[in-house]
């Protein structure tokens, strides 16, 4: 009869209807006792009367308990629902839910008003339309990366909620958690009926929430290939978009529902009865021009300070026509020259800037567009890490000062530490810092191996074991060691201090034999196989420089056990395939052994100079890799900050200036304090946390930079994407025939008027009966 | 010859009416009701029995000592200087015989006095008065049986005994009024005048037999029924759990609801009552508790009188 109460807890008051009952079940019982002489009238007035007594009696109680039971049910405010039996009776009721597109895209703004405001304004007139006093509810979930509901009770406190949003977010319209917000709705709140909510999406109905760029970009590839004209490739994936939700053959190898997981959302609202009606709030234009920076950065790896570079400034247009911009970069907050850029329709152009980091360490780069309609991608930040010089150790097992090849690292330190006088190609900047030791320094207590980044030992006979526990201690902590055999190496005692079979020793691989072909002049090994993805070696994963590494000859080297977990970089092709380069974690550093020799005694890699000085710069610099802390982080990632002192009192500042403290514990770590993890990134743009000891900590928050691309969806493709979809024409009257039905009404109003009606009949009734009792 | 009373004929305003109930109630002794109610009628309007009854001379006869001085018949005495007394004619043929319901129905009160109560001081008035009148006056008190009996007579002796029995009585035992009246009318020798006070809660066709037996014996019935007021308004409010002075049974009733039914049980039992005596040439009085006593007596002086005019025996 009714399909719920708007306050269900005072539907209880109807046990109140009882208490009449009670009341007259309580009186039947006191009979005041009296002698009487002339009972046998009383008997025969009592035959006579007591059936109608008895009718009156429970007639009147049944007016009271009714009365009793109507007001209760008329405070509970009941509702029918559209096609209940009641529904005659019920005032129409609304049920409504706004969802609200938040998304970076409807900060466009191509008249006054932006896409967001438009869709903020429209919303406060859906909601003074609802009337609270006939029970209209609405829901406003704002969706952009995440969808969070509002206002959730009266109009009254959805217009407040509305009033309170001001700007949309930095972030990307995430359908499917909308959506799935939604079916939450609806099963919890609304039986699982979504057949009695009207369901609007306002929205600027933005291509890429519905069609993912994988999507898009399998789609035009396929198509691009049958197109004639790039032009017409766009044309035809668009249409191929459109046909694909209507289950019309699509030649997409990439389904629809694969790739899109709002669909299987949709899939499951339909079944609920969910209509959506998708307001198209978004400018005239299909394709909005927009000129977005799509990253800022260096065009080559950095390397170290001091060495002149170029950082570069890529612009996107999203438009139909080519555009001259001027594009601005700031290093440090130091405002570089602005740059004319004039970026193509459809393509991407790069603003180049020349620099140089005079320091190693974290550096903030800002790029800027002139301002276009949608500013959100006309800033962006970055934050790059300039290396500092590798601090290397290089113990020399067998070091000779008169001859270059036949020191263990002559050639070797050679390549690590060129003499430059800054008029090279360098410019004076010194990639590795090099301090040469011998073995017998190596267990030195003046020898801090802490200042160093990463250690090469090459062909020492053996270590003592201090200057293994040292070495331990320090790979352990996070440094990398290169270790190579030589000549004098004694694999035995190699074996004995370095390593353990349980992977609690330096090397990765026991040490076996020496094996060595029978004649150098007639043959030699060579390197059968690499990883070309290892950073160690990717130099050599181009083909033009392959052989520099492949066709090296190698006369000798030491064959290895491997330990399991570790990882074989380089096998030569001998019988057996026997590693060359093995490595694995210890602790928080790693270690590489390399089985041949580092000197020209094994083999010929030192001599050849184009191969040795790529290997050896990205071998070490490899072993002294650390990932820098992450500073360039997306919307909504969490900040963790690294301070070498302890961070007293630090203040987190967002782009807008707003400051708040963070109260969160610093963890002390090896070389400093973190401080994390930190909520709150939620825009783009530059955050600070700064202490009190002066220390800084700078992030850069970005945007999804495919957020600009504001290209729209037609209202007929959308309309075809899901039965469960319909689009609304704003400029007719009505809706396109897919209005949701109204949600059944209130029942408030006639059940107090029955409730009155029981009072005013009880009373007449009650007065009637005591007036011709009176008379009698 | 049937006639209708109306009480209220020598009624006074207020409580200091001689036959105001309440006055009466706060007499002790029965005797003394009985004086006050009637030395009150007799000194209001109505007519002296004593002068305005018919009492005829009979004869004369020699005066002996004792005789009162005030029979002496002075003309007589004057001429012959004898000293004869005057006697009437004796009614010593009419009895008035005083039934009283002494049922427990009968104790019902809702005032300080029960009905028993009003119905001994009517009978004990009339008694008074019928002795007085050196008439013959005889009382049984009944319930559903005859339970005491005073045979007729005449004098103060006869008084006492009248008022003793009514004085030591008290309501207990069921009403049978039908069957004791028939059994009386058998057992009455002296026709006259019989004063039935009860408040008759039986059958009326019962009651109405014994009458009619009564009158077929050759006697007057006049049937006073006395009631309380609660009994004739039944004004109770609220649920009651009403027991039978009489008997076990009990019923538990809305008084409100009804009281309308009752009355009409009420009125239709005294309709059929009145309407049985009236075919009878008998007389029905309805007697409430609450109302003054004079019209007791004004009943029986109505039928007396139509009954000396009519030289009926």
Known sequence: ?776 | MASKVSGGAGAQAGGTSAFDPAVLDRLAQLSFVARTVVEGFMAGSHRSPRRGSSVEFAQHREYVPGDDPRFVDERIFARSNRLVVKEFVAETNFALHLLVDASASMGFKSLRWSKFDYARWCAAALAYLVLEQRDTAGLVLFDSEARTKVPPGNGAAQAAAILASLEAAAPAGETRVGSVLSWIGTRLKSRGIVAIFSDFLDEPSVILEGVRRLALAGHEPILFQVLDPQEVDFDFAGNLRLEDLEGSGRIQIDAKAIREAYREELERHGAELRRGAAASGLDFVRLVTSSPLDVVLSAYLARRMARARDGRR
């Open chain 1, 1 to 776: 009869m009714f399909e719920g109460f708007q306050n269900p807890a005072l539907a209880l008051g109807a046990l109140a209807a009882l208490v009449p009952l009670v009341i007259h079940l309580l009186n039947r019982r006191r009979h005041r006792p009296l002698a009487f002489g002339a009972l046998r009238f009383v008997l025969a007035a009592y035959r006579r009367t007591r059936r109608r007594a008895q009718m009156e009696n429970w007639l009147l109680l049944a007016l009271r308990m009714l009365a009793v039971a109507l007001l209760a049910f008329a405070l509970a405010r009941p509702f029918s629902a559209a096609d209940g039996p009641l529904a005659l009776l019920a005032e129409e009721r609304r049920d409504v839910v706004l969802i609200l597109d938040a998304s970076a895209s409807t900060g466009y703004r191509e008249n006054v008003a932006s896409v967001f405001e438009t869709i903020v304004e429209r919303a406060r007139e859906h909601v003074a339309d609802l009337d609270a006093s006939r029970g209209d509810r609405v829901r406003i979930l704002l969706a952009d990366g995440t969808a969070r509901l509002i206002a959730w009770r009266s109009p009254e406190e959805a217009q407040s909620a509305l009033a309170a949003l001001d700007e949309p977010s930095d972030g990307a319209l995430d359908l499917a958690a909308a959506l799935s917000e939604l079916r939450r709705i609806i099963t919890a709140e609304a039986a699982g009926d979504g057949a009695g909510l009207e369901i609007r999406l306002l929205t600027d109905v933005q291509r890429r929430v519905f069609v993912t760029d994988e999507v898009a970009d399998a789609l035009a590839d396929d198509v691009a290939q049958d197109a004639p004209t790039p032009g017409a490739a766009a044309v035809a994936a668009a249409d191929t978009l459109a046909g694909a939700g209507a289950n019309s053959a699509a030649p997409s190898t990439v389904t629809a529902s694969a790739a899109e997981p709002w669909r299987a959302e949709l899939d499951a609202l339909f079944e609920l009865g969910a209509r959506i009606l998708v307001e198209d709030l978004g400018p005239p234009e299909t394709l909005p021009p927009n000129l977005g920076i799509q990253s800022v950065g260096p065009v080559e790896p950095l390397l170290g300070p001091g060495l002149p570079l170029e950082l570069e400034v890529a612009v996107t247009n999203r438009g139909a026509a080519a555009a001259l911009v001027r594009v601005s970069l700031a290093i440090d907050g130091e405002r570089l020259p602005a740059r004319a850029l004039e970026v193509p329709a459809g393509g991407v152009a790069r603003a180049l800037f020349p620099a140089e980091f005079d320091r190693a360490g974290p550096h903030l780069l800002e790029g800027s567009l002139e301002g276009d309609r949608l500013v959100f991608d006309d800033r962006r930040a970055a934050v790059v890490h300039v290396p500092a010089p590798v601090r290397l150790l290089a113990v020399n097992g067998a070091p000779d000062r008169t001859d270059i090849e036949r020191d263990a690292l002559g050639l070797w330190l050679a390549a690590l530490s060129p003499a430059d006088d800054g008029d090279g190609a360098l410019g004076g900047f010194v990639p590795f810092a090099v301090h040469e030791v011998d073995a017998l320094e190596l267990a030195a207590d003046d020898l801090d191996l802490d200042t160093f980044d990463a250690i090469v030992i090459a062909g020492v006979d053996s270590l003592s074991s201090a200057a293994v526990a040292r070495l331990e201690a320090r790979v352990r902590a996070g440094a990398g060691l290169l270790i190579a055999p030589g000549e004098a190496s004694i694999l035995e005692a190699w074996n004995e201090r370095l390593f353990r079979p349980d992977g609690t020793g330096l090397l990765p691989a026991q040490m076996m034999r020496r094996i060595a072909v029978a004649s150098r002049r007639t043959g030699y090994f060579r390197v059968a196989r690499f990883d070309e993805s290892h950073p160690a070696l990717s130099f050599f994963a181009e083909p033009r420089w392959r052989p520099l590494f492949t066709e090296v000859p190698f006369y000798e080297f030491a064959s290895t056990r491997p330990l399991a977990d570790a990882k074989v970089l380089a096998q030569l092709d001998d019988e057996l395939q026997s590693p060359l380069l093995i490595e694995r974690a210890f602790g928080a550093g790693r270690v590489l052994l390399f089985t041949s020799s580092l000197d020209p005694a094994w083999n010929r890699l030192a001599l050849s100079a184009r191969t040795l000085v790529p290997f050896a710069h990205e071998i070490v610099r490899h072993a002294a890799h650390r990932d820098p802390p992450r500073r360039t982080l997306g919307i909504g990632a969490m900040i963790q900050a690294r301070f070498e002192t302890f961070p007293r009192n630090p203040v987190l500042t967002a782009p807008s200036g707003a400051r708040r403290p963070v109260e969160i514990d610093p963890v002390e770590l090896q070389g400093g304090f973190e401080l994390g993890p930190i909520a709150g990134a939620d825009r783009a743009g530059v955050w600070r946390v700064d202490t009190d000891t002066g220390e800084r900590a700078v992030f850069a928050v970005q945007a999804d930079p495919r957020e600009g691309n504001l290209e729209r969806l037609g209202s007929a493709a959308l309309a075809d994407l899901h039965p469960a979809l319909a689009a609304v024409n704003l400029a007719r009257a009505a809706d396109d025939g897919a209005a949701a039905p109204l949600a059944g009404g209130e029942l408030w109003r006639p059940i107090a008027l029955a409730c009155l009606l029981a009072l005013i009949a009880e009373s007449l009734f009650a007065a009637f009966l005591g007036r011709r009792r009176a008379r009698a």
